[in-house]
């Protein structure tokens, strides 16, 4: 059910204050709105820049309440804020995401789950919420990764298992309730990031082709290098999916492409690092899609105006010639026309920490993946 917009300048609240955040946070002061950021990191990207920081944990009562009583509306970057506190929230102002929506996605057994009684495609797999689970593991499961059921990602909470042993010592390692999922032959790996407004229309930013490099997105081509059938289908199921969850907001919806079959391997109910093309690509970003669903404006158009190819700086860069941390000559990258530099003004670098990334655009697809993989080489990425 839809809400009356919400009208600049009011303040709204963001929770998590990572780099998702503070594009968000650039895009409400566009907009003309006020944000306040919870997040117990003195030293968020987005808490720098926002209208105020209240650093503290996510279910802090006298950090909630102050958001009560100065927000008009929250939302949040990442999908492990806890539940229950967007529910409490929700009492007192729109929220969005919903927290069922969010205690689905943040949840891989739950998602499984959801996916699969809505008959959505996913790769065949088991819930392990004990090791004796994995007894009745199917031979043709096999090989496959055992994947912790929460707070997992960019490749972290994952093993590769080849028999009902090797996944047995897996699990003891973790400790934790798990899902079991088949290994697939992959034609490629995509997403579609989409925005569903309050009275349930549905917007899908163009197919993206992504490319992971040891669990961490390293680049995304958009748009996406496959047959035009398979893009429609991913944004038709993308949105009944979005329908399905009855979703306000930004969700990414992210597919293998298996022997020409798209299944779902998971969801995120966010802005997406393979949305960050959408900034310098697109006539609108996923961050002011996700300020309008979130205000009850009318979504932005979803179009491509430039072909896109998005390239991850991590960590590891400030570190290659030593084990001293050191700025990289950023001039290299932006003496290149078409390229677009963001970086995310976190306190220190670490490998395998995304620290910024950039775009190339261009009106053609091979063009701008020649430049990009050009730039990769003159900032120093292997």
């Known amino acids: ?86 529910e409490q929230l929700a009492q007192t102002m729109p929220v969005s995401p919903s927290a069922e929506a969010v205690s689905i996605a943040q949840d891989r057994i739950r998602e499984k789950a959801f996916l699969r009684d809505n008959d959505f495609n996913t790769a065949p797999f088991i819930p392990v919420e004990n090791e004796c689970d994995l007894d009745g593991a199917n031979d043709e499961l096999f090989p496959a ?27 003891r ?3 934790i309730p798990c899902v079991l999922e088949r290994m697939l ?36 081509v958009v748009p996406a290098r496959t047959t035009s059938v398979l893009q429609q289908q991913a944004e038709q199921m993308a949105s009944a999916l979005a329908t399905r969850l009855g979703y306000v907001g930004v969700l990414t919806v992210e597919f293998f492409i298996s022997n020409g079959q798209l299944l779902i391997n998971e969801i995120a109910p966010r802005p997406h690092n393979s949305g960050h093309y959408t900034i310098d690509g697109c006539v609108t ?40 941390s050191y700025e990289p000559s950023w001039l290299r990258l932006n003496q290149i026309p078409n390229l677009k530099l963001h970086l995310y003004g976190k306190a220190s670098a670490r490998p395998g920490r995304k620290m910024g990334h950039f775009t190339v655009i261009d009106q053609d697809t091979d063009t701008a993946v020649t430049t990009a993989m050009n730039a990769r080489k003159v900032i120093g990425i292997q």
Not at 162 to 167: D, T, Y
Not at 197 to 217: K, R, V
Not at 309 to 318: Q, S
Request: charged share 15%; with cysteine; aromatic share 6%.
């Open 1 to 86: 059910m839809s809400h009356p917009v919400i009208a600049p300048p009011a303040t709204l609240a963001l929770l998590g204050g990572g780099q998702l955040g503070r594009f968000f946070v650039h895009a409400a002061h566009e907009l003309g709105y006020k944000v306040i950021v919870l997040d117990p990191d003195t030293d968020a990207p987005a808490g720098k820049i926002a209208d105020g920081h209240i650093v503290a944990s996510y279910d802090d009562q006298a950090a909630l309440a102050q958001l009560s009583q100065q927000c008009a509306a929250a939302t949040t970057e990442f999908e492990n804020v806890p539940a229950a506190v967007l």
């Open 145 to 171: 990764i055992l994947k912790t059921a929460r707070f997992g990602y960019d490749g972290k909470g994952q093993a590769r298992v080849s028999s009902i042993e090797e996944a047995k010592a897996a699990y």
């Open 173 to 175: 390692n973790f400790n």
């Open 185 to 220: 032959p992959l034609d490629l790996e995509v997403s579609v990031v989409l925005a569903r407004s309050t009275d349930g229309q549905c917007s899908c930013f163009p197919l993206a082709e992504n490319d992971h490099s040891n669990g961490i997105l390293d680049t995304t």
């Open 285 to 324: 970003s996923q961050y002011e899609q996700q300020l309008r669903a979130l205000c009850g404006l009318p979504l932005g158009a979803a179009t491509l105006h430039s072909h896109s190819v998005m390239v991850n700086l991590l960590g590891d860069l400030w570190f290659q010639q030593g084990h001293e």
